[in-house]
T-cell receptor, first 109, second 114 residues
Framework: TQLLEQSPQFLSIQEGENLTVYCNSS?????LQWYRQEPGEGPVLLVT?????EVKKLKRLTFQFGDARKDSSLHITAAQPGDTGLYLC?????????FGEGTQLTVNP | ETGVTQTPRHLVMGMTNKKSLKCEQH?????MYWYKQSAKKPLELMFV???????ENNSVPSRFSPECPNSSHLFLHLHTLQPEDSALYLC?????????????FGPGTRLTVL
């Protein structure tokens, strides 16, 4: 069974701070996806990383896929209240997604 | 709007009721999924339909019964549920064999079983 562990589970910070969320597994994935889910909505895809060591930037968000394709990180620079939400990582293997538990991020104004 | 709609958005039912959840996708996708999202747990894949054929059933109790009449619609029929079945039920779809397998999620149905 493939498992993905996310840390921290909860994070509450002030507007303007930087943060990093981690997603770790003992399994290798063909790709890894990051989603953000807001209350009352389904998860929305932010990015997919495919190549080991790959770094992708989406405005203030930087995503990195580990060299061995077992782990990933999401770094947010100068967080804003609009970044508040549940951040989920999901590893793809055999056309199926395995999700982590998520990191609940709250950015206070 | 992701192109995947779910109804109802909220549902409260007793343990003896029968109800159905509906999912519809307008994206031309050929695969649809039901997930269960409970507090402090990872999303759990329940069922997968590919080209309207059920290809995966992850040991889900028989009180949950899926139906996929065509590639755009997916139902989850519920009967004699238990309080521990209360959760957010998410539908997703994607295009298998396309350039990307990205799954698009609906907003979910928040189910409460009394």
């Amino acid at each position: 069974t493939q498992l993905l562990e996310q840390s921290p589970q909860f994070l509450s910070i002030q507007e303007g701070e930087n943060l990093t969320v981690y997603c770790n597994s003992s399994s290798v994935f063909s790709s890894l996806q990051w989603y953000r889910q807001e209350p009352g909505e389904g998860p929305v895809l932010l990015v997919t990383v495919v190549t080991g060591g790959e770094v992708k930037k989406l405005k203030r968000l930087t995503f990195q896929f580990g060299d061995a394709r077992k782990d990933s990180s999401l770094h947010i620079t100068a967080a804003q209240p609009g970044d508040t939400g549940l951040y989920l990582c999901a590893g793809e293997g055999g056309s199926r997604l395995t999700f982590g538990e998520g990191t609940q991020l709250t950015v206070n104004p | 709007e992701t192109g995947v709609t779910q109804t109802p958005r909220h549902l409260v039912m007793g343990m003896t009721n029968k109800k159905s959840l509906k999912c519809e996708q307008h994206l031309g996708h050929n695969a649809m999924y039901w997930y269960k999202q409970s507090a402090k747990k990872p999303l759990e894949l329940m069922f997968v339909y590919s080209l309207e054929e059920r290809v995966e059933n992850n040991s889900v109790p028989s009180r949950f019964s899926p139906e996929c009449p065509n590639s755009s619609h997916l139902f989850l029929h519920l009967h004699t549920l238990q309080p521990e079945d209360s959760a957010l039920y998410l539908c997703a779809s994607n295009l298998l064999g396309g350039d990307t397998d990205t799954q698009y999620f609906g907003p979910g149905t928040r189910l409460t079983v009394l």
